[in-house]
């Protein structure tokens, strides 16, 4: 008898992003992510995507505004546009319309060559993007003692609640990791999952250029930023790896 196929993990990287995964999939799509480097490099692409939708949704018409709502196959199509440009030669824009609104991806988005680890043209546009949110947010950054993981932290107030956007170095993995605002009452949120290579990141003196450079990883919390004490990265299995103060 021929076994049940395995789900495709390669296409769930829009999903997850997104946070529409259930969590049992979400679950085994983190497992897939610790061995796959080409899902990694693509999740850190659209993490930028989640802050900038839920500050888009807090300023979007209402229906009472509208005349048309987009339907339901709009995401879809846009996560498979998105990989369809990845491959593309000709130079183009992604839109995600919502109402009458449009958010700008700007392609196409350049890929990574996962078997040497060195980028094979600049940093795509998200990537980047991240990086500029990173700069332009409050900065707070830590050591830990113990792990020495350098972590860096960015704030940004939203209508929404908080942007962040984190930086992290001289860890390695393979890991799944995770990032959680801690309220000054005590309140729990996780920010953003992502997963380490096994190579790592921001390792000065590594061989691989991908590994030397430190991770950046976007997300939000529905804390306000007056309301944060600290930050803390865990590893999913609950190992702390480094505290940062707000």
């Keep these: 008898m021929t076994p049940p196929t395995q789900p495709d993990r390669h296409t769930d990287v829009g999903a997850y992003a997104l946070g529409v995964l259930d969590a049992a999939d979400a679950e085994r799509f983190e497992v897939h992510l610790v061995g796959c480097d080409r899902c990694a490099a693509e999740l850190e692409e ?3 995507l989640p802050p900038v939708l839920a500050e888009f949704k807090a300023s979007a018409p209402t229906p009472e505004t509208i005349t048309a709502v987009p339907g339901p196959g709009m995401l879809d199509g846009l996560l498979d546009e998105v990989t369809a440009a990845r491959h593309g030669r000709a130079r183009r824009r ?8 449009v958010l ?3 392609g196409p988005l350049a890929a990574l060559s996962l078997k040497g680890g060195e980028p094979e043209k600049p940093a795509p546009p998200l990537a980047s993007a991240v ?3 990173y ?4 900065q707070v950054r830590s050591v830990d003692p113990v792990t020495k993981v350098a972590a860096g932290v ?3 107030p939203r209508t929404w609640g908080t942007q962040v956007v984190l930086e992290l170095a001289n860890v390695k993995g393979p890991l799944s990791c995770d990032l959680v605002a801690v309220g000054k009452d005590g309140r729990r949120q996780t920010v953003t999952t992502w997963a380490v290579p096994e190579g790592g990141y921001g390792i000065e003196g590594s061989a691989a250029k991908w590994n030397r450079e430190p991770l950046y990883a976007a997300g939000g919390a529905a804390l306000n930023r007056g309301d944060i004490d600290h930050f803390e990265i865990n590893t999913l299995e609950g190992r702390r790896l480094a505290t940062v103060k707000a």
């Design 154 to 156: 960015s704030m940004a």
């Design 104 to 106: 700008i991806v700007g």
């Design 46 to 48: 659209l993490m930028g």
């Design 131 to 133: 990086r500029a949110q």
């Design 135 to 138: 700069a332009e947010g409050e």
């Design 94 to 101: 992604l839109f995600l319309v919502a109402a009458a609104a």
